[in-house]
């Protein structure tokens, strides 16, 4: 059979459903012989072919289709009839199939113990009929059927075909499979055989197309391959692959489930993904299941246990198949946090199991608070790895304390559960706990050796007599400021103190009545003697806050030394206790500042006021009325020296005595003007290209001092801007920032002398320059709101450039040609402007297309000429096109584009300029009388434009 016959062989094979669609085989016993019973495919539809035989069929292997033909003339009856004998011996064919073809129509019949045969035909007409019997070479024939119904005599004569060796092994998966019935079937007949116990085979067959069926118990009939084409040589080899009936097992796998102690497991599912059966197992944990041949997966799952995926390999029975199931781990942890062996186990975790309910999975929170038994604190900032067992199978969870020594795991079942809790200087210790809820509250109590434990002590005293202890203060031990307490101690009478605790890096918040709360670290990695001071808490004036001289004035020309100076020439009292432990009555005093050389009040000023009680300092900070008034508030009575200052001005100090305030109520302080200095501060701007040149000082602030900088006069002139101050000596610090400009900060020093300082203020600016052969336009939008900072559409050809102010932001910059606003953008590019220099280029074409176009008119008369030049594209700017001219003597005028050129001249290489030409369509068009031209393709040309952020000078 050629290879045509055999793909469709392939193709009708691929067709049926299975192999019973076209055939039902019998194994006959030896000697060997197939019988074929022909069944119409079930929902196949075979090709519609011609009734040529009366008893026909579909040609599903294609026979002989390249040699077989008919030309039908219309419908008929004719009978065919005669002998066959086999040409070799001349003994009658008899009781053998005879197949009669002709293209895809197949008819057939059987001969009787003579060998005659009979077989009716349909169609009239002449073709080349195929005769063919098994073991037999075929007959081609060429017959004329007449359209007169009757019948036809044709004897045949067939030659007995060749016969070759055909031999291999069956098997499957690699493995030899040993009495397999064996089947090689055509449409006419077939050969049979049986393999050996080692699965060899060996058969002798004539040369042809046929179908392999096998019988095993447990496989397909179908094996791989399916077919075999025999062509004239021997096949040695040829080895059948079984498939798997999953249909059909013929093996079981059996054995025991046990859990992690070893212990049967009951009620297990057992499942075959592979046959899709399922058992379960027994009270002893046995199990059977049947398997198919060969590779099996089965699946082990319970209610308890983590499902187990196992896949067996049968060649045959298999039993003690024992699988152990590890239970499902109770905590939501990671998956590392399981497998654990024995040799890592905790000691005492072998007697230490949960008894946990797997049957209604959810989400359990266990939290609670680490605790130390000796000495009793919260376990702060440690961590913990808490152990269980369920049924053999151990987990673990790794919990971690907070500063407040609180501790959180979360569990998916509820139970009765055993904890083992190690750390490593903690030493071990046990929780039993029963999780009934979804939220259940520990504690978990724990201990360690007393190398873990440190000492602190010493004396708590008062800030400004060390000799002065403070019994009775309050020491709470927390991780930080802030943080919660961990443990509280209270020291003695005579203000001695002791802490034991857990090494580690504390803080410690110790108060007292009548003292300011303080916070001291506590690095407890050791023992330690340290002693504490608390500074008494009498805030004399309402708004004060504690001052330190050794942190300076902060006021310039003032210096601490002095202001302490002036305060401690009176000492300043209060009467009774302090105020923080008795009950008392405010007493409000209006200040009038004055300058005392032209006796007027000094409005809208800031000021500071320095007060000292029992040596603890304190700082008032406000501002005067737009009358100089200021009311302060003393929380008690007494008499206190207070030292007024500001930037311009100081005061040595005023007595106050609030028993008898009211009677002088309100209290003038005359201010002396400090020696004072002229700053002339100058803001450049470079580029001037803000708001007429002017810079705002609305953003220039100063700092360095607790007061601030007064402006003075102010001016405005040409790129620059003038501010004066009038200040002591002293280094100012100044900061400028408004959006439109970079943000920038200087210092000042007067030393002596008036000073003139100009600091360069620069503009957020774009300098853009641009090299084009077209006209454009662009617009500069935010990259946020959308909103149009700047815009021209009537930028000029050729090269400039032009500055452009903006705002810090990010942008994005369209360019247009030929300043079409409304048409879309011939280039889009991004940029940001901060505090970074950068350049950023975008480049669009201003010319493109390509093409050539000649023509060539002799003149006779006027005639206008159209010639078009196409563009590959849109919306190009068109800047000149070349045009060769050759004129001969007595042509007429030359127009081109709106120009008269004399005749009787060539124009050679001549470039005419076609300015402010905007091409939005596809081409265009030249008016030309009789001339010879031709428009070669204009270089391709680039607009450049360059956007520049400068931060130094333009140049």
Do not use: C
Request: net charge positive; glycine share 8%.
């Amino acid at each position: 059979m050629n290879a045509k016959s055999i793909a469709l062989l392939i193709v009708g094979m691929m067709i049926i459903s299975s192999v019973f669609v076209f055939f039902h085989v019998d194994y006959p016993a030896n000697p060997a012989k197939l019988v074929l019973h022909f069944q119409p495919p079930k929902n196949v539809k075979p090709p519609k072919i011609p009734q040529m035989f009366q008893n026909q069929t579909f040609n599903y292997p294609g026979m002989y289709l390249n040699q077989t033909s008919f030309t039908s003339t219309g419908n008929t009856t004719v009978v065919l009839e005669g002998y066959a004998h086999n040409a070799s011996s001349g003994a009658p064919l008899a009781n053998q199939k005879l197949g009669v073809i002709v293209q895809l129509a197949f008819g057939s019949t059987t001969t009787n113990s003579k060998g005659y045969y009979r077989i009716t035909l349909l169609q009239s007409g002449t073709g080349v009929f195929a005769f063919s019997m098994f073991q037999f070479n075929p007959l081609f024939l060429r017959l004329f059927v007449s359209s007169t119904p009757g019948t036809m005599w044709k004897n045949l004569s067939f030659s007995p075909a060749e016969k070759f060796s055909v031999s291999g092994i069956t098997e499957s998966h690699g493995k030899n499979v040993g009495n397999v019935k064996i089947s090689m079937a055509t449409l006419l007949g077939g050969y049979s055989t049986t393999s050996s116990s080692t699965g060899s085979y060996s058969l002798s067959m004539v040369n042809d197309t046929y179908l392999i069926l096998v019988n095993k118990s447990g496989f397909s009939p179908l094996p791989i391959p399916s077919a075999i084409n025999v062509t004239g040589s021997p096949i040695q080899n040829y080895n059948l692959d079984l498939q798997v009936n999953k249909s059909a097992p013929a093996y079981y796998i059996s054995g025991y489930v046990f859990n992690d102690l070893k212990k049967p497991i009951g009620n297990i599912e057992v499942d075959s993904t592979t046959l899709n059966t399922k058992v379960y197992t027994n009270a002893e944990g046995y199990y059977n299941i049947t398997a198919a041949f060969y590779l099996n997966t089965l699946v082990f799952s319970g209610t308890s246990y983590n499902t187990l995926q196992q896949t067996v390999t049968v060649f045959k029975n298999i039993t003690n198949n024992n699988v152990t199931l590890s239970s499902k781990n109770p905590f939501i942890a990671p998956p590392q946090n399981t497998g654990i062996t024995n040799k890592s186990l905790p000691v005492g975790m072998s007697n230490n199991s949960s008894a946990v309910n797997y049957a209604n999975p959810t989400f359990i929170n266990l939290s609670g608070q680490v605790l130390l038994y000796s000495p009793p604190m919260l376990v702060p900032n440690s961590q913990f790895l808490i152990y269980t067992s369920v049924n053999g199978t151990y987990f673990y969870d790794r919990i971690t304390t907070d500063i407040a020594g609180n501790y959180a795991i979360n569990t998916s079942y509820y139970g009765n559960y055993n904890f083992t809790i190690v750390s490593s200087i903690f030493n071990q210790t046990y929780k039993n706990t029963q999780l009934i809820g979804t939220t259940n509250h520990v504690p978990i109590y724990v201990n360690t050796t007393p190398s873990h434990i440190f000492n602190a002590g010493g004396k708590i005293q008062n800030s400004l007599n060390n000799s002065l202890s403070i019994g009775g203060a309050t020491i709470n031990l927390t991780g930080g400021i802030g943080s919660p307490t961990l443990a509280s101690f209270t020291s003695q009478p005579n203000g001695n103190y002791s802490i034991s605790a857990l090494g580690g890096n504390y803080s410690l918040n110790i108060s007292a009545p009548g003292y300011i709360s303080h916070n001291y670290p506590l690095n407890l990695n050791r023992n330690l003697t340290h002693n504490y001071s608390l500074t008494p808490d009498f805030n004399p004036v309402k708004g004060a806050v504690v001052w330190s001289p050794s942190n300076g004035s902060g006021i310039p020309g003032a210096s601490s030394g002095n202001i302490t100076k002036q305060i401690n020439s009176t000492q300043s009292r209060y009467n009774g206790v302090p105020p923080s432990t008795t009950n008392y009555t405010p007493f409000t005093l209006t200040l009038k500042f004055v300058n005392m050389s032209n006796k007027k009040t000094i409005n809208n000023t800031a000021f500071a006021i320095y007060i000292e009680v029992d040596g603890a300092y304190f700082r008032l900070n406000d501002t005067t009325n737009n009358t100089g008034d200021y009311n302060i508030t003393f929380n008690y009575g007494g008499t206190f020296i207070i030292v007024p200052e500001m930037i311009q001005y100081y005061n040595p100090g005023i007595y106050v005595n609030t028993s008898n305030a009211s009677s002088h109520n309100p209290l003038t302080v005359n201010m002396s003007l400090l020696h004072l200095y002229r700053l002339n501060l100058t803001l450049s701007n470079t580029y001037g290209v803000y708001n007429g040149s002017k810079i705002p000082l609305d953003n220039l602030t100063s700092y360095g001092y607790i007061l601030p900088i007064v402006l003075g006069s102010n001016y405005s002139g040409q790129n620059y801007t003038l501010a004066n101050y009038s200040v002591p000596n002293g280094t100012y610090g100044f900061n400028y920032t408004d959006v439109h400009f970079v943000s920038k900060q200087f210092p000042v020093n007067i030393t002596g002398k008036n000073n003139s300082t100009t600091v360069h203020i620069v503009p957020y600016i774009l300098n853009l320059t641009w090299n084009t052969s077209a006209s454009w336009g662009y617009n500069i939008s935010s990259s946020n709101t959308g909103k149009i900072y700047s815009k021209n559409m009537n930028m000029p050809a050729n090269a400039s450039h032009a500055l452009i102010s903006l705002t810090a932001g990010s942008f994005i910059l369209k360019t247009y040609l030929n300043n079409y606003s409304s048409s879309t953008p011939v280039n889009s590019s991004s940029f940001t402007l901060d505090t970074k220099n950068f350049s950023n280029n975008s480049n669009f074409a201003t010319i493109n297309g390509s093409g050539n176009f000649s023509s060539t008119y002799h003149w006779a008369s006027s005639h206008i000429l159209y010639a078009n030049y196409t563009f590959s594209s849109s919306n190009w700017y068109i800047n000149k096109i070349k045009i060769n001219l050759n004129l001969t003597k007595g042509d007429t005028t030359l127009y081109i584009d709106g120009l008269n050129y004399t005749s009787n001249e060539t124009y050679s290489n001549y470039y005419f300029n076609f300015t402010k030409f905007f091409l939005s369509a596809s081409t265009t068009s030249l008016s030309i009388t009789s001339y010879n031209y031709v428009l070669p393709s204009p270089p391709p040309s680039t607009a450049n434009i360059t956007i520049t952020y400068y931060t130094t000078t333009l140049k």
